[in-house]
């Protein structure tokens, strides 16, 4: 068998040398390890990814499993990093090629690699190349040592003559050789994003894909969590945590295979996409994100929520800004007078910023409903006389920041957009139209509306230098997929289309770098680390009903920082008190979309109380680390709580969501604390007039009784909340 390999090796040309030095590749954290090694026969296989090793012997050491063939022959099967189809590996490839030939087989070889430092880390890069075709695979990993994270992502290029059809193009493969395997997913839809569920990956597929082009998210998530022998749990076990920057269909594929190993596999979903690859066209697939955690997926999440304030997230270390939005409380109703008052509004209550909401625009087909004008991006004149600048204008007098809502991707047939351009919108004339919420989607890969699109930014900006901030919207998926533009290349659609977004959003970025935005898709239907880079927030639900946001900003915490997650105060579930909603929004991004009519004194108070209260712990609430302490998925209340770097503030949020008459009440125990250190625990966000029922209200206790002991801070009442701010004396 050695012979064999040898000389499949030997076959491999050039590569052989490398091929019997054994080169090792260890990506690595200062947790993690990731080890990759240049087999005999010259390709490339994973040999270990886990707890990191501490004796550099010890890689030598590693091996991948062989597989022992019915007829008594060992192969090397499986494990090959990026495995490509039609070879002797039975299971799902990470990329599948049609030559110039018609063949359909794809062997990459190691030829080369580099390592070099970047912003928070070190890259690797890692060349390979098939034997038989000229076909480039270039891998890049970056390892984030203090954060515990890697990033990776896959170039593909060749040189044959005509172009060469992609079928497959996965951003990378990890393998796991484990006793049992959990799969945590987050279902959506509109108004409940981010539903956890569990479930044990058996012998088979599991995949979770979306195909729905644009609001791309609008059904699952593009992130999932693998529990490794144990199912997922928050505080121990060793969990995988991935996700991918991908703002379109994508694809995670969990493959069992017949020897019990795990194959995780993300990528763009090649569903009607065959790519048609030029000669020296580099396809650069989507970044995969990683943490593994030993300690269950509250470190996990602190790992990426570091990550991305650090290296991802638009202005991730930056502060937000708080804010009053009409749209739940207008709609499309409103005109200046209104709005100025809201303004005004803004600035009772204390927040930074009174942010226009649909509505605004288009004058042939005015926008009173959703029914027409998007596209048309003139403010509807009879409504706003003054246009933006007299809104801008009123936003200063009144002493607040002007943000604006655009959604500028799609296009109304009922609009002069669509009268002008019928073939910007991305639609088969052939076929009955099908349109979702009564709208079609600009067809982004062609240059000529990505100008367009970026045009509705630079128009606003030119006239209105001091805008403040844009909410993006994206409110429906692609129907009737037919481009135009691509002619016979529909397969690139799907993909071609989220790049000319991206073309746009880096323009966006580059002109315009310090206006923060929303990423909003009717609600959290794009909520993904490449779109992320653009934005500094993302709109998590138009379910802003506080019992229904426990649950959704607890599924959005698992990848997200706080300070990249919006929450509004609003009428939904008007049976909850107003500190009950406030308190739920505290825990992200605050923002407000109610009137202030419809506040009573006390709760207007309450509030101005809450949003100074949020912007004085924004450094513990944005900027902290956030450890998610009572989940509501196993218990009747929720809680965490967020310590600041320097462990002398911290904020801990307690809420009863349903409780039971007489269930045994526990303890909530804090952690993040510095065990030595003596902090005053006080409640806040009270409701003027009333007395804290928090029986430890003003007590000092130390770190380790806060962490070991805990607060007695739950109740019995349905819908109740405590915010205890904890300070270090
Ligand atoms: C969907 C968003 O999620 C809402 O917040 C709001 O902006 C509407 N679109 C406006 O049409």
Not at 437 to 454: G, I
Not at 510 to 520: D, G, I
Request: hydrophobic share 35%; aromatic share 12%; glycine share 6%.
């Amino acid at each position: 068998m050695k012979n064999l390999l040898i000389a499949t090796a030997l076959m491999a040309g050039v590569l052989t040398t490398q091929a019997e030095e054994k080169k090792v590749f260890r990506i690595s954290t200062d947790k993690t390890d990731l080890v990759l090694q240049v087999g005999d026969n010259g390709r490339l296989y994973q040999t270990y990814f886990g707890e990191k090793l501490l004796n550099e012997a010890d890689y030598q050491n590693l091996s991948w499993d062989v597989h022992a063939g019915s007829d008594g022959s060992i192969s090397q099967r499986g494990w090959e990093v990026y495995s490509g189809s039609g070879n002797e590996d039975y299971f799902e490839p990470a990329i599948a090629i049609t030559h110039n030939d018609g063949k359909n087989s794809t062997y990459l070889y190691y030829v080369s690699s580099t390592t070099q430092p970047v912003e928070g880390g070190t890259q690797t890069t890692i060349n390979l190349r098939d034997d038989k075709y000229p076909v480039d695979v270039t891998l890049h990993y970056v390892a984030y040592p203090k954060e515990n994270v890697i990033k990776t992502w896959s170039e593909i290029k060749h040189q044959e003559k005509k172009p060469i059809i992609l079928s497959t193009y996965a951003s990378t493969m990890l393998y796991f050789c484990n006793s049992s395997y959990y799969l945590t997913e987050f279902s959506s839809d509109w108004a409940c994003e981010a539903r956890m569920s569990n479930q044990q990956l058996q012998f088979g597929k599991k995949v979770i894909d979306t195909k729905l082009g644009s609001r791309a998210a609008m059904h699952t998530h593009p992130f999932f969590e693998v529990g490794l022998d144990q199912p997922v749990s928050e505080q121990q076990g060793q969990v995988l945590m991935g996700t991918l920057g991908w703002t379109g269909n994508f694809r995670f594929t969990f493959e069992v295979d017949n020897a019990g190993n795990l194959r995780v596999i993300p990528g763009i979903n090649p569903y009607a996409s065959n790519y048609e690859l030029k000669k020296d066209e580099v396809f650069t697939t989507p970044e995969f994100i990683f943490t593994l955690s030993y300690n269950g997926t509250s470190e996990g999440s602190r790992n990426l929520h570091e990550w991305a304030r650090n290296y991802s997230l638009k202005d991730g270390k930056g502060s937000r800004l708080t804010l009053l939005n009409n749209w739940e409380n207008t709609g499309f109703d409103f005109n200046q007078e209104i709005l100025a008052n809201l303004m005004k509004e803004a600035k009772h209550l204390g927040v930074d910023m009174f942010l226009l909401d649909d509505g605004w625009f288009a004058n042939k087909y005015p926008r009173k409903d959703d029914k027409a004008g998007l596209g048309d991006w003139e403010v509807t004149h009879d409504k706003l006389p003054g246009g933006v600048p007299a809104l801008v204008k009123a936003a200063k007098e009144a002493g607040v920041k002007f943000g604006i809502w655009i959604e500028p991707e799609m296009v109304n047939p009922k609009s002069e957009l669509f009268e002008k351009h019928p073939d910007w919108a991305i639609h088969d004339e052939n076929r009955k139209i099908y349109y979702y919420r009564n709208q079609l989607v600009l067809d982004l890969s062609n240059p000529e509306v990505q100008d367009y699109v970026y045009g509705v930014v630079e128009k606003l900006m030119k006239e209105n230098p001091e805008i403040a901030f844009f909410k993006w919207d994206c409110n429906s998926p692609i129907t009737n997929i037919y481009s135009p533009y691509l002619k016979e290349k529909q397969g690139q659609l799907y993909i071609d289309h989220v790049r000319g977004v991206y073309n746009v959003m880096k323009r966006v970025k580059e002109n315009y770098p310090n206006v923060p935005m929303m990423l909003c898709s009717g609600g959290g239907a794009r909520c993904d680390y490449e779109a992320l880079k653009y934005f500094t927030e993302f709109w998590c639900s138009d379910n802003t009903d506080p019992v229904e946001r426990v649950y959704i900003q607890w599924g959005f915490s698992q990848f997200f920082p706080a300070k990249a997650m919006c929450a509004h105060v609003t009428s939904w579930n008007k049976a909850t008190s107003v500190k009950f909603r406030t308190d739920v929004a505290s825990m992200c991004k605050l923002g407000f979309d109610i009137g202030l009519k419809d506040l009573t004194a006390e709760e207007l108070d309450y509030c101005q109380q809450a949003v100074a209260n949020w912007k004085r712990l924004q450094p513990a609430i944005m900027d902290g680390d956030q450890y998610r302490l009572v989940s509501p998925y196993e218990t009747n209340h929720m809680a965490l709580n967020y310590v600041t770097k320097d462990k002398n503030k911290a904020v801990l949020f307690a809420y009863d969501v349903h409780p039971r008459f007489q269930e045994k009440l526990m303890r909530v125990k804090l952690q993040g604390l510095d065990a030595q250190k003596n902090y005053k625990v006080e409640e806040i966000n009270l409701m003027p007039g009333t007395e804290s029922t928090f029986k430890a209200n003003g007590k000092v206790f130390s770190g380790d009784y806060l962490m070991k002991v805990g607060l007695d801070v739950f109740g019995f009442a349905q819908t109740q909340s405590h915010v205890i701010e904890v300070t270090a004396q």
